[in-house]
Structure formats: C-alpha cells, structure tokens
Nanobody, 125 residues
Framework: VQFVESGGGSAQPGGSLRLSCAAS????????IGWFRQAPGKEREGVSC????????YYADSVKGRFTISRDNAKSTVYLQMNSLKPEDTALYYC???????????????????WGQGTQVTVSS
C-alpha cells in the first residue's frame, strides 16, 4: 500500500494550490481519506476528510470556505484544492486512510494509516 502526495509548492497569500493524493494497493472507495498538515514545531493537525460511505466531508475551521476536498475513486486519487492561501497554511501536507471508519467522524491521527511522505506548501510574499 502506498499513498503519494504531490502538488505542493510556493504561493503568495491569496493564491491557490491543488494537492493530489494518489493511492496504490488499496481500493480508495473503501476508505475515508484525510488530509493533515504539520508546521515546524507544531503537532500534525487534521485539515479535511472525504468519507467513503456517504459523500460527506469535513473541514477544520481554519480552512473552511477556502479548501475543497474531492475524490476520484476511478483514478484512486484524492484532491485538496486550496484557495485564498494564508501564510499560516504553510506546512507539510499529508494524506492518509482511516482504517477504523468509513466516515469523517474523526480526525484522530491514530485512526489513520498509510501515511505518505508529504508535500510542502509554503505561503509567503
């Protein structure tokens, strides 16, 4: 099983980036997929989640209205469209699969596995 994140880079405040999470070795449709981020010196935090079972999504308050998660099960890929980026969005972004639930009822890190290597997002002027 492998999850590979891509699409990170540098952006100016107010700009946009689109992250991709490509999964192999699993049927993506069977899992809720979460995006997490970790800034230097801070804990990894849940950003967004796409449910496997009911199409529901979750967004942290800090990104609500700016980020949009979507998935293409046929391509085994989950996307995170990030608009109106802020300097505080700077972090290493990871995707992972929830092995305990098919919904986005939880962003507890211990419920997630198959972490990728992350993709760096840097927002600065």
């Amino acid at each position: 099983v492998q999850f590979v994140e891509s699409g990170g880079g540098s952006a100016q405040p107010g700009g946009s980036l689109r992250l991709s999470c490509a999964a192999s070795g699993v049927f993506l449709r069977d899992y809720a997929i979460g995006w997490f981020r970790q800034a230097p010196g801070k804990e990894r935090e849940g950003v967004s989640c796409s449910s496997a079972s009911d199409g529901s999504t979750y967004y942290a308050d800090s990104v609500k209205g700016r980020f949009t998660i979507s998935r293409d099960n046929a391509k085994s890929t989950v996307y995170l469209q990030m608009n109106s980026l802020k300097p505080e969005d700077t972090a290493l972004y990871y995707c992972a699969a929830n092995l305990m639930r098919r919904t986005c009822a939880s962003m507890r890190k211990y419920e997630y596995d198959y972490w990728g290597q992350g993709t760096q997002v840097t927002v600065s002027s």
